[in-house]
């Protein structure tokens, strides 16, 4: 692996099911981010966690967890998807939450819910 | 609240110049970023100001007046590939990156 992972690259889900997103990094990066990008938004944070154990919410957390139980994975999880969670998501690192750190993005997960 | 404004979409012909303006209000101020996306990709790293002024880099380069709340990046010698969205980031008082929707180049030959 070099960088930043993610899988599925795409997924079709129906409402109601459960669904979580990998997400993987071998940089020994200490942050980790998850965004979504909807068309004529900026890319929004969903979760954030500044150190292997931590976690935080970011600006639009309801409906999704994270958790973070190493350094290297930072998986997201829908518990109950719903339409308005369609869009695509990114995963993204750096290497401290403190003080302005260029972001290494993923290539995104791109998620429909019917 | 917390306001990134950037122009929706540019046009811009092959081998000419283009400026892409981006205006803040944020809750605190740590440092600006610039990002490319190409359609379909990842956001990958152009730039970041702190200070003041002009930051030179290559073909691209990225200005910062703090007191103005204002940004801007300038494309010179612009190639076929610079077609993408082109993200402003401000990062808040929390370290957190705040977003703008992207400003959309066309590029036309």
């Known amino acids: 692996i070099a960088g930043i992972t993610q899988a599925p690259t795409s997924q079709i889900l129906a409402a109601g099911r459960r669904m979580t997103l990998r997400c993987t990094q071998d940089?020994?990066?200490?942050?980790m981010y998850w965004y979504r990008q909807d068309l004529g938004l900026g890319l929004r944070l969903i979760h954030y966690s500044n150190t292997a154990g931590t976690t935080g919410k970011g600006e639009v957390p309801d409906g999704y967890s994270v958790s973070r139980a190493n350094t290297d994975d930072f998986p997201l999880t829908l518990a109950s998807a719903v339409p308005s969670q369609t869009s695509v998501y990114f995963c993204?690192?750096?290497?401290?939450?403190?003080?302005?750190?260029?972001?290494?993005f993923g290539p995104g997960t791109r998620l429909t819910v019917l | 609240g917390q306001n990134i404004d950037q122009p929706t979409e540019m046009t811009a012909t092959e081998g000419a110049i283009v400026q892409i303006n981006c205006t803040y209000q944020?809750?605190?101020?740590?440092?600006l970023f610039w990002y490319q996306q190409h359609a379909g990709e990842a956001p990958t790293f152009l730039s970041y100001n702190v200070l003041d002024g002009l930051e030179e880099k290559g073909r691209f380069s990225s200005f910062l007046s703090r007191s103005k709340g204002y940004s801007y990046l300038l494309l010179k010698e612009l190639q076929m590939k610079d077609s993408a969205s082109y993200l402003c980031a401000v990062v808040d008082s929390n370290y957190q990156l705040i977003w703008g929707a992207g400003t959309k180049l066309i590029i036309k030959p």
């Open positions: 944020t809750s605190g101020f740590n440092g």
């Open positions: 993204a690192s750096s290497d401290s939450g403190q003080g302005a750190n260029e972001q290494f």
């Open positions: 940089m020994r990066h200490n942050a």
